[in-house]
């Protein structure tokens, strides 16, 4: 951001709103938000160009300078008759400086504006203290700009209470519109937080709040009519979100989720969107491809459909692929993912970290696929321990204790689940309770035992007999990063659906990484192909 405009910055503020657009493709999953970046000299940067840096560098300059004015100045104080003692007088100095040093270092990693308004004040009264520090101290004549300036600071502080007051008032009614949603009372939720939005219709917190709460509510209502309604208020709250502040994959992402079903091409527009802000983000390629295929645009959904697999490729395993609606795409899809896949791997045959990624995928496809051989090649030369034995036990289910050595500690527990159906219920908890820091759920733990009985052997168990665990990806540190902790902290409309073993204990089968710079890159122009085509489309 400083760099694209290093003169003027991009405005006080708009770091959050526009820094996804900025985000660079190769960050994959990470830093979505602005999180590390909040709060520091780079922000500053970002908003004020190079005064962001040249203000604070030259007020850094002046403070230096009055510092050692003032421990070379014999004549700190005046006072009559007397003399205070100048050792004093520079311990004060020194514990000041040491204060303000302190407090500049901490600024680097964390500046808040309150923090400068308290510590000026602290200034100020140490000043005072100073200055009546003798028993019979001289008070200076006022300067003749004295009363002006604090004329002139009195109406700047008059004007910005005066400014404030919608702000501070929309927060407060906000507040009371959460706590009407904490005891269920719609009705009362939604009109205080719609006089919030009015208010304040620049900050998109609250129409995005009062979107994504109305169409929360409505998956879980079994009224179709009152259901239709509370979707189109949803719709339009985030289209107004989207209004306020239109580069926030959050809002895009789950927009789509919610047109899906009432405006295909609506919901297409709002997944394109969300995946050029955050193109690695699991979900919304496929979102896309879900509203291409109800437009009957199977070529585009095909390619939607295989750019979540490569970057995501854990997705080839998910349940949805065998529902009937489904299951015909899949050879196609896996077709479009070999075949881009081999092309991904001819055009960067220099970079080894990169082809050793895209060997493990690929090896991890073929065990997938049950094609044990090719497998075995790929993941021989480019697989770890793990995934090797994983496809050697696939191959031979009767030498299982020959491969167990050369698993990690959770999978061992889950294969010696598989051997001793006595002690499953144990080990399997385990085996949870160590990938996730709780006790296994008792109704995901009773859908897990049942298919491990189920199931003919291990690897038939890891793909067709596999236990699903559902549920929906929070967005951690919204309200933080969106400065309003009040109101819930939302997650993502589409409910996620995945093979529990192979994402909870096998994911070294088919890696994703959160961070794949090589990987991302090489993607971003089959993305940019499709957003293209949707567009002419």
Excluded at 273 to 297: H, M, T
Aim: aromatic share 10%; net charge negative; glycine share 6%.
């Amino acid at each position: 951001m400083g760099s694209a405009h290093p003169w003027t910055g991009i405005g006080l503020g708009n770091v959050p709103l526009q820094y996804q657009v900025y985000r660079p493709v190769w960050a994959g999953r990470e830093s979505e938000f602005i999180y590390q970046l909040h709060s520091t000299p780079a922000q500053l940067l970002a908003e004020l160009g190079i005064w962001g840096v040249l203000i604070p560098s030259l007020l850094t300059v002046g403070l230096i300078w009055q510092l050692i004015r003032s421990l070379m100045n014999r004549d700190l104080v005046t006072a009559k008759g007397n003399s205070v003692d100048l050792n004093t007088v520079k311990i004060i100095i020194w514990t000041l400086t040491s204060a303000l040093i302190a407090y500049g270092v901490t600024s680097w990693t964390d500046y808040q504006l309150n923090n400068v308004c308290i510590s000026g004040i602290i200034i100020i009264y140490f000043a005072c203290l100073l200055q009546l520090y003798s028993a019979d101290p001289v008070i200076p004549k006022p300067s003749r700009f004295a009363r002006p300036v604090f004329l002139a600071g009195l109406a700047f502080l008059l004007a910005i209470a005066v400014w404030l007051f919608p702000i501070l008032r929309a927060w407060q009614l906000s507040e009371v519109a959460f706590r009407a949603l904490a005891a269920e009372k719609v009705p009362a939720f939604t009109q205080y937080l719609t006089q919030a939005e009015n208010l304040a219709p620049w900050e998109a917190y609250y129409p995005t709040q009062l979107g994504w709460n109305l169409g929360n509510i409505a998956l879980t209502t079994a009224d179709p009519g009152e259901r239709e309604e509370l979707i189109n208020r949803a719709i339009a709250a985030l289209e107004r979100s989207i209004e306020a502040s239109p580069h926030q994959e959050f809002t895009h992402n789950n927009l789509g989720w919610l047109a899906l079903g009432q405006d295909p091409l609506q919901a297409s527009q709002s997944f394109a969107s969300a995946s050029q802000l955050v193109p690695a983000k699991r979900g919304v390629f496929y979102g896309l491809g879900l509203s291409l295929l109800v437009q009957q645009k199977l070529d585009l959904a095909i390619k939607a459909f295989s750019l979540e697999c490569l970057r995501d490729p854990l997705f080839i395993t998910n349940p949805l692929w065998r529902n009937p609606n489904f299951a015909p795409l899949y050879p196609p899809l896996m077709a479009k993912i070999q075949s881009t896949l081999g092309q991904l791997r001819q055009d960067h045959d220099d970079d080894g970290d990169y082809q050793k990624l895209l060997g493990q995928i690929q090896g991890g496809i073929h065990w997938w696929l049950g094609q044990f051989s090719q497998a075995e090649a790929e993941l021989n030369q480019f697989g770890d321990r793990q995934a090797q034995a994983v496809v050697g036990l696939s191959k031979n289910p009767t030498q299982l204790g020959e491969y167990l050595p050369a698993l990690g500690n959770v999978a061992i527990q889950v294969v010696q689940a598989w051997q001793n159906p006595a002690q499953a219920r144990e080990l399997i908890n385990q085996a949870w309770l160590q990938v996730n820091g709780t006790p296994m759920p008792e109704p995901l733990l009773q859908q897990t035992l049942g298919s491990l009985q189920q199931a003919p052997d291990f690897y038939t168990w890891l793909t067709d007999y596999a236990p699903i665990l559902q549920y929906r990806r929070q967005r951690l540190g919204f309200g933080v990063n969106s400065r309003h902790i009040d109101g819930p902290n939302p997650s993502d409309f589409y409910q996620v659906t995945e093979n529990l073993p192979l994402v909870t204990w096998f994911p070294f089968m088919l890696p994703s990484p959160i961070l794949a710079p090589a990987l991302d890159n090489a993607l971003q122009p089959l993305r940019l192909e499709l957003w293209q085509a949707i567009a002419k489309d």
